[in-house]
């Protein structure tokens, strides 16, 4: 029978793989979804992922990549263990006894009520992330607003309290629920058609450990990016730019940039996904296989 404890502290060791292995390039998908619109003759900031890359490298260093990071870890890796533990409760809210089997739908649900779980974290997490991203972008010489992570929630809550805080979880249910449903479904379905006959799915292999992980991770992206594309741009717009919140978000894009515009930092967000979460799924897995070896009753 699963543990919710487990699933809790696996979740979280998952999300430590996770933000490890996808920093870099969460960095490059921000900065690009979030940099200005060049003005008619001027050129972009980045041209596009590897320009971005090489701009952050040489303007900033090799560790300019990993900017902003603590808070990601910080928050990363409880929400991961919220989203695995939520997953589990999903999952048996629908069913009658520990041992039956769900459906594919009903393990997106399960996944979709993970989701709910971690927009308690992850809208505050996202909303502090993007803020020092895009602060970072301003580059050397640029007045610093926030003094880091710590710094950013203290301003922001004394700016407008916790609705500051919690600026875009609309927007961040909207990306997580369908997001989180197909990601979970989607690693069961790969875990379940790559075990061979005979096999069990309880047994841990790590080359479909990380397929099944790393392509969840693309199919969770593909759902999510156009709201993020959304939340992004709202979370770190200055306060009164959009009354409405991510529908005038929409609606300026779709005027001045047009559709593909919601495809913003897509090839950053899949070179991430799939080393992220197959790096994820690995050590959630690696985890949980440790925890029932050492603690079988916990
Ligand atoms: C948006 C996000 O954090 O997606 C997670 C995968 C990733 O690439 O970080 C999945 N999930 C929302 C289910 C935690």
Not at 5 to 34: H, N
Not at 195 to 200: F, K, L
Not at 245 to 256: A, N, P, S, T, Y
């Amino acid at each position: 029978m699963p543990s919710p404890i487990k699933d809790f502290i696996a979740g979280g060791f998952g999300g430590v793989c996770c933000v490890s292995a996808g920093q870099p390039l969460d960095m490059i998908k921000v900065r690009i979804q979030t940099m200005p619109r060049p003005l008619p003759g001027q050129s972009p900031l980045y041209k596009g992922t590897f320009d971005c890359f090489t701009k952050i490298v040489k303007n900033e260093g090799f560790l300019g990549l990993y900017k902003g990071m603590a808070a990601p870890l910080a928050g990363v890796a409880p929400m991961f263990a919220i989203c695995f533990f939520g997953f589990g409760v999903g999952k048996r809210l629908q069913q009658k006894h520990p041992d039956d089997v769900l459906t594919y739908f009903q393990l997106f649900k399960a996944g979709m009520v993970a989701g709910v779980f971690t927009t308690v974290i992850m809208a505050p997490g996202e909303r502090i992330k993007c803020l020092l991203q895009v602060q970072a972008a301003q580059g050397k010489g640029a007045p610093v607003k926030y003094n880091g992570p710590m710094d950013c929630i203290k301003q922001l809550y004394k700016e407008g309290g916790i609705r500051s805080l919690y600026r875009g979880t609309g927007a961040t249910l909207l990306r997580d629920l369908p997001a989180s449903g197909m990601y979970f479904m989607v690693y069961e379905w790969l875990q379940h058609i790559l075990t061979p006959q005979g096999g069990s799915r309880s047994d841990l292999s790590v080359g479909r450990t990380l397929v099944a992980g790393g392509v969840a991770g693309i199919f969770n992206w593909a759902v999510a990016i156009p709201p993020d594309v959304l939340k992004s741009r709202y979370q770190t717009a200055p306060e009164g730019t959009y009354p409405n919140g991510i529908r005038d978000v929409f609606k300026q894009l779709m005027k001045e940039e047009g559709i593909l515009s919601l495809y913003k930092g897509f090839t950053p967000v899949m070179l991430r996904a799939f080393p992220a979460n197959a790096a994820c799924f690995m050590g959630y897995e690696a985890a949980m296989k440790t925890l029932n070896y050492l603690a079988p009753n916990l």
